[in-house]
């Protein structure tokens, strides 16, 4: 007997759903149809995926297994089916475009339900997103970081600066002082007995600050941890405490003056952003769209 793919989307949909019904609902299948795929499913593997409850389909420990196995591969060919699938309709071409979350959501998100293509948004680290687009997972990727691979190359648009932001409610003028007189001892410490925000991901941007400024890591953890910058700006908006981010995305925050700059520093932190593709690509009238979207927002 063969592994079947729609044993494994179907199986998916459970995990995900969390009942029958819901992966029937998800796949278009009758239920019948996903008790016929997961019970295929459980003869080919010879284990038993999921509890079943009056209320919810619980994974197994092999079923938890399976599905951390299965992800990654799945995922891939859904997205190898929506790139190349041909459709009935006028065929629309379609791009992977990769960036960190914060640059789609104050730039791209937008501007989405405008293009005449479909789109396909990635977030990750950069080296992987790198990746991706030398094996043309991608099409074109926004980054700060130059990768090694050959048939890539790299065009400068914007710039992003590292600052340290701070509420509108955050009283400063100790820390201006202190600046003011560069006693950068005193200022450091002063900031570590304040309110900080930082991101789930890393404090790559605090540590960088902090260095640069003051020539150590920072040796204390933020207050409040949050998933994306985006959060930062919102939780600092109207309020008080401190955080160390890129410019452009508490631009509008500062300019309605829910937050301020603090300082940028007494050594400037700049990244240089660039456009990301490959030397050929069948996508270039698209590519070019999307590049003019950056330019346009000024970012």
Not at 102 to 130: A, C, D, R, W
Request: charged share 25%.
């Amino acid at each position: 007997m063969l592994l079947n793919l729609e044993w494994l989307r179907t199986f998916k949909a459970i995990y995900d759903t969390g009942t029958l019904t819901g992966a029937a609902q998800q796949l278009y299948i009758s239920q019948p149809g996903v008790s016929l795929h997961l019970s295929s499913l459980e003869a080919y593997t010879g284990y038993k995926l999921f509890d079943r409850s009056a209320k919810k389909m619980v994974p197994t420990e092999r079923g938890k297994v399976l599905y951390n196995f299965i992800l990654e591969p799945l995922n891939k060919l859904e997205t190898a089916e929506q790139v190349f699938h041909k459709s009935s309709k006028t065929e629309r071409s379609t791009i992977g475009i990769g960036m960190c979350f914060e640059t789609f959501q104050f730039t791209l998100e937008k501007h989405i339900s405008s293009l005449p293509f479909n789109v396909i948004i990635k977030f990750g680290e950069y080296p992987q997103m790198q990746q991706d687009l030398d094996k043309g997972l991608l099409d074109l990727i926004i980054t700060p970081q130059k990768g090694q691979q050959k048939n890539l190359e790299y065009a400068p648009f914007s710039k992003e600066r590292i600052v340290l932001v701070c509420g509108n409610k955050t009283r400063t003028t100790a820390l201006e002082s202190l600046l003011k007189k560069k006693d950068l001892e005193a200022a450091k410490q002063w900031l570590k007995q304040q309110i900080w925000y930082s991101t789930a991901a890393d404090m790559e941007h605090l540590k960088r600050f902090w260095f640069n400024n003051f020539n150590e890591h920072p040796d204390f953890k933020p207050n409040y941890i949050v998933p994306n910058i985006s959060s930062i700006v919102r939780c600092l908006s109207d309020n008080e405490g401190f955080s160390v981010i890129p410019d452009f995305l508490c631009r509008e925050a500062v300019a309605t003056r829910k937050m301020r700059i603090a300082s940028t520093g007494t050594k400037v932190i700049e990244n240089v952003l660039y456009f990301a593709t490959r030397k050929k690509t069948i996508y270039e009238q698209e590519i070019t769209q999307v590049k003019a979207i950056f330019e346009k927002e000024e970012f």
